[in-house]
Every structure is written in C-alpha cells, then in structure tokens.
C-alpha cells in the first residue's frame, strides 16, 4: 500500500513564499513521474509542476519562474518552491504519484494567498 503525505501549507500574502512537501511511502516500484496538482474553489483539478524519475521539471504556465519543483529520489520525497505567490494560486495542493501500474494521490494541503 502506498501513502503520500504532504506538508507546507498555509496562508501567505501576497508576494511570498512557501514550500510543499510530499513524502511517499509503502511498496512503490516503477516510478514514472511525481506531480503537484491543485484545485481552486469551482475549478476542474489542474496539473501544476511533474518531474521524472530522471530530474527533468516541467511547469504550467501559470507558474513558470515561480514555482520550483524538485525530489530527493533516494527517500522519494518531492518538494514544490512556491515563490512570488498571488491570490490566484490559492487551492488546495495534491501529491500526486505516477508509476507503471497505478497511480497514487495525496489527501492535499491548503495554500491560501491573501492580504
């Protein structure tokens, strides 16, 4: 069984940081790609960064220069940078893990951007 924990979440004015991590455990085998999706109050679940089993990020264009995503694959944990944040990116955030023979999600953190 596979369990995906996340942390970081908060609330933050506009114009600052914080910082999600996820830590997966359990039996996980063939990793493809670990993600952070979001989903805004009345919105569809949106993809926002992925990086692959072999570093490479790829972003939204939303969050381009940014959002940072990185992963220490040794303890299977991904982290998302989020810097310059706007009332936009307010949602809640999910850890999201893609292997070869299933998929896995996060309960989700809240971020909210406020002033």
């Known amino acids: 069984q596979v369990q995906l924990a996340e942390s970081g979440g908060g609330s933050v004015q506009p114009g600052g940081s914080l910082r999600l991590s996820c830590a997966a455990s359990?039996?996980?085998?063939?990793?493809?790609?670990m993600d952070w999706y979001r989903q805004a109050p009345g919105k569809e679940r949106e993809l926002v960064a992925t990086?692959?089993?072999?570093?490479?990020?790829n972003y939204a264009d939303s969050v381009k220069g940014r959002f940072i995503i990185s992963r220490d694959g040794a303890k299977n944990v991904v982290h998302l940078q989020m810097n310059s944040l706007k009332p936009e990116d307010t949602a809640v955030y999910y850890c999201?893990?893609?292997?070869?023979?299933?998929?896995?999600w996060g309960k989700g953190t809240l971020v909210t951007v406020s002033s």
């Open positions: 999201h893990l893609n292997t070869y023979g299933a998929t896995h």
């Open positions: 990086i692959t089993i072999g570093g490479s990020p």
């Open positions: 359990g039996s996980i085998f063939g990793i493809k790609t």
